[in-house]
């Protein structure tokens, strides 16, 4: 053996792999340390699963062990699939020793993951470097921009327009005012050699203003805006209010260039295992022969509360487990052979692998919580799995240890929905086991199957459904020696197939799956998490559309769906759309539209701010509807119908139709979209949505890994939306409104006074204002107010609502669903007052000071002083801006607020002294002008004249704006505001009229709940 690097290994190399290392190529599994040849993996890098999966080497390969010379000669040759980036499927046969050996996906350990619990292990390299399907899953990432970054690409090349208009007016002003103007200055003013005429002139003037406009274009605001964001996100990872203690998960923006987006969601697409449950699954009834199971009640029908069954019959039991009927344990110890199959066949089909702990405690390894949670249910039951080997599966069935010999394992898929097990008692009987969706069970019993038992076992399925249980149907098939052969050769060629193997292994399947007799059902219970019927309710409030997309049954759905408050009673009508066939989908969703029409037409969100209460419509589909509805044919007719409605349910959905309907939605729709979920299986919806969100859940953290914004409970997708993304949204906003109007303020000064200089392109401006406005005048005040602006008071009609009112009042999130705060309408709005500051900041200090002269009789009438002037009106004006632009005034906001203008003065009177002036000369002239200019009270009377011009409009504007035309946010403020001033107004009347008793002692309070109680629940028994 000899070390090599990663990058020198190749296809046909036998490598050797050691516990904790990673997985370096696409290897076949030749042999390991372990009994039977097992590895165990981690799969977190591929999947996000972190629970340990095993992988087992053919048994022919197996027997070379760690036998150096052997692994040597090894001479097997392969031949499989071509690259591809199918993670879970794997096809190819291994040709050795003049035998054919099928090859799949549980002998192949792929690069990414990590070796566990396992010495060594040896592999042929069968992939290497690009050509592994890690690698091949590696695509391009997809740059996410919201619709306001694009909108602001659009802005910057109109703007650049602008300036390139700008700079064409005035190179052709410059080559008339040079032909017939500056002709005569030729004596004392020759035209250089470079411009030996007016045309030239021009051209040179043309870039000349290019260069000094080009503050126009605000290429300083992508650099900001990053800053922002950085700030923006850090609220997020640091708010107490979004930190899931249990499993101490904080908040976390995986990236910082979504923030503002997150205040303008209209449809959030939900999945519902993990996302709106917890997704910790607990057996909760069962109907074996057609009676049911897990719930005791009385002579009326009514359900009663009874103690703990009692376990002590099984010392496997768990302490933790709850189960309340005892008539299952009386089954069971009474030895009711239907029972005991029942149980069995838990307790046997399955993928789950045992785990003992060094003190001897038995553990399950199980790929998803409902097996979990059915392999447990059978052990507390008394049949407990113990241990599995490549061909074998032992059970203690009631503390008897039976080996099964396994023969076959037709595993689990969507399209499958079931999944079997066929065994070898020690008696010699062989049997399949199978469990799976109703549904699919359904088709395939045999004739003999008992009626009366399927249509008891049906009714319960109906029920626990509607208490919103996960359910699965379990069925049994004896099989005889001849008939298991002849299948048995039909797999084996089935499985050795190299083109459509999975084809072919499904329709093999088929044949043995099918004249089944039924046992039963189980129904595990996942519970919803924490706050999310409220959350539902609050989002909807706010105008969002709840979208769940789950591959639970369609009753189950529904149930869900009334749980938490996405489908309600006050709907007009739940629409359900279940047809198998293109035509029966199409002929439903055209009643469901004509049906929806025939209602009082939904009025537009827009139409009110104040009563948004449209008709509400819920629609629930199935899968295999979905197929149809989703073609060419039918996706628009399907979208015009979901869209009408508040709460759309698609129920026994892949994960690919998932990210199809959010695609649907995306590229038809213009509204933001967000996905949410947890698992692997969420991974494609939440890389289709603009934004997606991963919840840190039971099904690791692929979701996580693939999305933009994470946290531990769905519950905190209310305070990120309604709270962080509005601010957010509000924020950036206000920051752009602002940058654009300062820029034009500042640039469009050297415009006007081209027209005094003979468009000469002489700047206004100092060289070193015009290098700092940005940098360090300007840059500040503005950074802060998109940062930190928030709440609280300024001006009345200036004020922002605080994180519970932003809550409690959900409509305040719809101005950025129609992009209220910035679009282009703000943008022109603020390029106009922009225009109209520029030109007061011009126009009245060059009136004032044309031909001012000092009350000594000095001149005061020169660039210098003019220039001094109008840089001062400007960083007061738009330093005044941003303070009536801020609604959250902290310690931070005035100091760099005001600090602004002191820096101003500070560096003016600095840079304009006699000592840098002495040593760089050439790169200070304004000597001097400073601590004189600021002498003249006509300076700041001019001053303080240009600030009123351009502020007190603004002011009167806004202020006859929110009183003759208030918004909704602003209605919520008054309300505020005067709810306020009321309880201050009781407080103050109850302290000034409140009558002092002598000699009385205080009451004690009433020692019931001032809410309503649970006494009519105690009293029905419910």
Known sequence: LTEEKWMNIKVGDIIQLKNNENVTADLLLLSSSEEHNLVYIE????????????????????????NLRTLRQFNGHVKCEAPNNYLHKFTGNLYWNNETFAIDNENILLRGCTLRNTEWCFGLVIFAGPDTKLMQNTGKSVLKRTSIERLMNKLVWLIFAFLLLLATVTAVGNTIWERYVGVHFQVYMPWASYAPNEYMSG????????????????????????????????????????????????????TTTLNEELGQIEYVFSDKTGTLTQNIMEFNKCVIGGTCYGEVYNEDGIAISTPNADFSFNKDAENSFRFFDQRLINAITSGDTKVH???????????????????GILTYQAQSPD?????????????????????????SELGTDVTYEVLAILDFDNVRKRMSVIVKDPEGNITLFC?????????????????????????????????????????????????YKVWKEAHSKASMALEDREDRLSAVYEEIERDMELLGATAVEDKLQDGVPETIANLSNANIKIWVLTGDKQETAVNIGYSCNMLTEEMKNVFIISGYTFEEVESEIKQAYEDMQCEDSPRSVLSSRDDLTPNKFGLVINGHSLVH??????????????????????????????????????????????????????????????IGVGISGEEGTQAVLSADFAFGQFRFLERLLLVHGRWSYMRICKFFGYFFYKNFAFTLVHFWYSFFNGLTAQSSFDDWFVTLYNLVYTSMPVFMLAVFDQV???????????DEYCIKFPKLYLPGQTNELFNIKIFFRSIIRGIFTSLALF?????????????????????????????????????????????????????????????????????????????????????????????FPSLWFTVLLVSAICFLPVVASRYLTSLLWPTYTEKVKRKMKAAESLHAMSEKIKSKFQIKRRGSRARSGYAFSHERGFGDLITTGR
């Open 435 to 483: 469990k799976g969706a109703d549904s699919v069970i359904y088709e395939r019993l045999g004739e003999a199957t008992d009626e009366d038992i399927k249509n008891a076992t049906t009714v319960h399925l109906d029920n626990f459904a509607g208490e919103g249980l996960r359910t699965l149907c379990l069925a049994v098939k004896r099989l005889n020696e001849e008939s």
């Open 843 to 935: 126009f009245i200090p060059y009136g004032a000071f044309v031909d001012g002269m000092h009350s000594d009789g000095t001149n005061i009438t020169d660039l210098q002083t003019l220039s001094i002037v109008i840089s001062t009106s400007l960083i007061i004006v738009v330093t005044l801006q941003v303070a009536l632009d801020t609604s959250y005034w902290t310690p931070i906001n005035h100091f760099f607020i005001w600090g602004s203008i002191g820096i101003y003065f500070l560096v003016t009177f600095a840079m304009y002294s006699n000592g840098l002036y002495q040593i760089l000369p050439n790169n200070f002239p304004f000597v001097g002008v400073a601590r004189t200019a600021f002498q």
């Open 43 to 66: 799969t977190a890098e591929l999947d996000g699963e972190t629970n340990l999966k095993v992988r087992q080497a053919l048994p022919e390969t197996g027997e070379m062990k760690d």
């Open 629 to 690: 509805a989703l073609s060419e044919e039918l996706a628009i007719k399907f979208l015009e119908l979901a869209t009408l409605c508040t709460a759309v349910i698609c129920c026994r959905v892949t994960p690919l139709q998932k990210a199809k309907v959010v695609e649907l939605v995306k590229q038809n729709q213009k509204a933001v979209t967000l996905a949410i979920g947890d698992g692997a299986n969420d991974v494609s919806m939440i890389k289709a949505a603009h």
């Open 792 to 802: 609280y008071y300024c001006f009345f009609f200036f004020l922002d609502l605080n």
């Open 203 to 254: 051209f040179l003037m043309f870039w000349s203003y290019i260069i000094i406009l080009n503050t126009v274009v605000p290429i300083s605001l992508f650099v900001s805006i990053e800053f922002i964001r950085v700030g923006q996100s850090w609220f997020i990872n640091f708010d107490r209010a979004m930190y899931y203690e249990k499993k101490d998960l904080p908040a976390l923006a995986r």
């Open 341 to 359: 199959e029942f149980f069995k066949l838990i307790a046997i089909c399955h993928t789950v692998m045992p785990d003992f702990s060094p003190e």
């Open 371 to 395: 097996e979990g949670a059915l392999v447990g249910a059978a052990r507390n039951f008394g049949f407990v799995f113990k241990e599995r080997t490549f061909n074998t599966i032992t059970v």
